[in-house]
């Protein structure tokens, strides 16, 4: 996600490939937050900002193009080349319908660490029964895949987990340079004390940055992201009352 800000407030613009991820946001509350990978620089943290959310269509990408892609394209590189100029936009159509998603009053906002190494991931759980996510920088010395098997997580503030047995999930990636190739991983569960239990897994950390795509490579992440967008905008459009 690229983080964007609509009229002095957070917001990210998803491409209609993450329409999956939006229909799980049900509760009308979200964290953003902007933690790295840091650059070692001292001081270098991130912030994470807790509230409610509107959730809002653009399947013609007008409110895309005239408030955020200006913003977008500074800071990834994909969408630069996807849809920057009006024959970029038509040639790359199924890129500019997205899912605006903007945090419509901070409720809370506080710094976390960076995330500095590979090992590090952002974990997110509930802090109260009103819904308001939870979330902080954490580490853990392996990140088992295997269902119930356990790991201990630290705080890279140091401060206690202090797990109540709430749900749980925790979730790092990288990138490769040009933004193009990202490799995502997670595990999901529980936490109790100072360990997380697992009970799903997809991915794991990666130890090295990663390498930008090869020609063939590149083609085939391309195409991939076509369909998955494509798909996302025609259900979209369906549950519009316009397919």
Not at 53 to 69: A, N, P, Q, S
Not at 187 to 212: D, F, H, W, Y
Request: with cysteine; hydrophobic share 40%.
């Amino acid at each position: 996600m690229v983080p964007l800000v609509w009229q002095d407030l957070p917001c990210v613009a998803l491409p209609l490939a993450h329409l999956d991820a939006v229909d799980t946001m049900t509760s009308g509350r979200a964290a953003f937050a902007v933690t790295g990978p840091g650059d070692d620089e001292p001081g270098a943290d991130g912030l994470v900002a807790t509230g409610p959310v509107d959730i809002r269509f653009d399947l013609e990408g007008t409110r895309f193009v005239d408030h955020l892609l200006e913003q977008e394209i500074v800071k990834h590189p994909p969408t630069r080349l996807r849809a920057d100029g009006i024959m970029a936009r038509r040639e790359n159509w199924w890129w500019v319908p997205r899912v605006l998603i903007t945090l419509t009053a901070e409720e809370e906002v506080r710094e976390v660490p960076a995330r500095r190494r590979g090992a590090d991931a952002l974990l997110v759980r509930t802090a109260d029964a009103g819904g308001a996510p939870r979330v902080d920088t954490v580490t853990a010395p392996a990140w088992p895949d295997r269902t119930g098997a356990e790991t201990e997580l630290w705080r890279r503030d140091g401060a206690a987990l202090q797990g109540a047995g709430e749900p749980a999930f925790a979730f790092g990636h990288r990138h490769s340079p040009d933004f193009e190739r990202w490799e995502r991983w997670y595990r999901s569960g529980r936490t109790e004390s100072e360990a997380l239990t697992v009970a799903e897994a997809t991915g794991a950390p990666e130890p090295e940055p990663l390498q930008p795509y090869s020609f063939f490579a590149r083609y085939r992440n391309h195409r991939d992201v076509v369909r998955a967008c494509r798909r996302g905008v025609a259900e979209a459009e369906a549950r519009a009352g316009r397919g």
